[in-house]
């Protein structure tokens, strides 16, 4: 029962351009969301997350927008860079316990 | 370096053989989770302890899985008789607190069961 889903596995963006990665969730029970950035042979790192009770968080570049009656999470990343290259992944908390999505592997383009 | 570590960083085992895996958390870190990765897939929730308690493990944990937190520092999964869909990364990751709170992530342990 996949809780959480990234229904996009690739993504491809203009260097300068706005990345969006979207995921969906079915849980309503969730007390926070988050995204993790992984690059290949590191474990995942954490990047920006979001309480249940809010529906936008900025950090810098990158800001999360949650919409709670479409179980909607995204991530925008403006502008991208090169170095934004990796595999993202949401992720919830609740209980004690963090589900994952599958991960969108995000290319930018010089 | 005071990030958490994980060792080996590769293992290759072959099938029905026991295979043990390390992690040493960040030092204040009294949460410690273990989570399994396959290729396409997100990290999978295995177990977590706060400090030396085992508070959780998924059904994934078959009883051929073990983990231990002796002393509530560094934490040991246990694989015995190994099967080919074992094959996995594995991965730690620690936080403070007795809720949520940012976790920090080890590099994993590439498990290859021939």
């Known amino acids: 029962d996949q809780q959480v889903k990234q229904n996009s596995p690739s993504l491809s963006v203009q260097e300068g351009r706005i990345s969006i990665l979207n995921c969906d969730y079915t849980?309503?029970?969730?007390?926070?969301f988050l995204w993790y950035k992984k690059y290949p042979a590191e474990g995942p790192t954490f990047l920006i997350s979001?309480?249940?009770?809010?529906d936008k968080n900025e950090d810098g570049r990158f800001t999360v927008f949650l919409n709670k009656s479409a179980k909607h999470l995204s991530l925008h990343i403006v502008p991208s860079q090169p170095g934004d290259s990796a595999v993202y992944f949401c992720?919830?908390?609740?209980?004690?316990?963090?589900?994952f999505g599958t991960g969108t592997s995000l290319t930018v383009i010089p | 370096d005071t990030g958490v570590s994980q060792d080996p960083r590769h293992k290759i085992t072959k099938r029905g053989q026991n295979v043990t895996f390390r992690c040493d958390p960040i030092?204040?870190?009294?949460?410690l989770y273990w989570y399994r990765q396959t290729l396409g897939q997100g990290p999978e929730f295995l177990t977590y302890?706060?400090?030396?308690?085992?508070?959780?493990k998924s059904r994934l944990l078959s009883d051929r899985f073990s983990a231990e937190r002796p002393k509530g520092s560094f934490s040991t999964l246990e694989i015995q008789r190994t099967e080919q869909g074992d094959s996995a990364m594995y991965l730690c990751?620690?936080?403070?607190?007795?809720?949520?709170?940012?976790?920090?992530f080890g590099p994993g342990t590439r498990l290859t069961v021939l």
């Open positions: 979001i309480s249940s009770i809010k």
């Open positions: 992720a919830f908390f609740t209980g004690n316990q963090f589900y």
């Open positions: 849980n309503s029970m969730f007390d926070y």
């Open positions: 990751a620690s936080s403070v607190g007795i809720s949520y709170n940012e976790q920090f």
């Open positions: 302890f706060q400090n030396e308690a085992q508070l959780e």
């Open positions: 030092s204040e870190h009294n949460r």
